[in-house]
């Protein structure tokens, strides 16, 4: 057993864990009474409540502390799950440049547009000429939505990346499918259904507050060009949710 491990009340997975769950507990305890960190008090030491009504809030603040950190952190490592892969793909956009990446996804699209067109001619292979252009149009989706994911990224600081970069990223990863199936019926069934169901749910749990839901009901019928508009919706607060994970993940364990 190493040093670290004796000393430090275990290492690797549980010891990190350990050391994020006091670092979040001492900051939330720290926004209303004085050296809770630990960090930079050698000399004062932490601060420990003495009267009875400074021992009531004391012990108050930090269970109610403990209850949200049993919502924060499993935030916190899915925050740290998208900005290790998040810290990939901008290592790439930062090596190939804006122009580099969006020039792949442009080849990478339209190869499979040029092969989905090739099929759709030979005898063996029957692709109407619809599905070809939905490919078509996926591809141009997916390549703007690429671009402009890479330019907010980098063009902008961290609040730019949470509030654009991680939306255009969720739609060129949404809307291409989307936009195919709506031309190829043999896709409803995995693209549309789903999606239709998913709105659904979304009607009747999320957005029922204030009359939302009929609202949503009464003015749009979830059919045909729709269903894009729907997922450039869902793109927008789902990139939000995790550029936000993200951001506290950057909080609770500072990227090097």
């Not at 491990?5 to 926004?31: C, N, Q, T």
């Not at 969006?102 to 005898?123: C, D, H, K, P, Q």
């Not at 019928?221 to 951001?247: D, Q």
């Amino acid at each position: 057993m190493s040093t670290r491990s004796r000393s430090g009340g275990g290492g690797g997975f549980v010891g990190a864990v350990s050391a994020d769950i006091r670092r979040l507990h001492g900051a939330w305890m720290e926004l209303v009474f004085p050296r809770q960190r630990g960090r930079g008090h050698s000399v004062m030491g932490k601060w420990e409540p003495e009267t009875l009504p400074q021992k009531i809030s004391y012990h108050g603040w930090s269970a109610l502390g403990t209850v949200g950190l049993l919502v924060l952190y499993p935030l916190t490592v899915l925050g740290l799950a998208t900005r290790y892969y998040a810290a990939k793909l901008d290592s790439t956009r930062t090596r190939l440049g804006i122009v580099g990446v969006t020039g792949i996804a442009l080849l990478g699209w339209g190869l499979l547009t040029v092969a989905w067109g090739a099929m759709s001619y030979m005898e063996q292979v029957d692709i109407p000429l619809n599905s070809v252009l939905a490919v078509a149009a996926a591809s141009g989706v997916a390549t703007v939505s690429t671009a402009l994911a890479a330019t907010t990224s980098k063009a902008g600081g961290r609040a730019t990346t949470v509030v654009l970069a991680y939306p255009f990223a969720m739609t060129a990863l949404f809307l291409p499918p989307v936009v195919a199936a709506l031309v190829t019926p043999s896709l409803h069934p995995y693209v549309l259904d789903p999606s239709y169901d998913l709105a659904v749910w979304v009607l009747d749990n999320v957005l029922f507050v204030g009359g939302l839901n009929d609202y949503f009901r009464g003015a749009f019928t979830l059919e045909g060009a729709a269903y894009a508009g729907m997922w450039v919706g869902l793109s927008f607060p789902v990139g939000w949710f995790l550029g936000s994970v993200v951001a506290l993940a950057n909080l609770v364990r500072p990227s090097q």
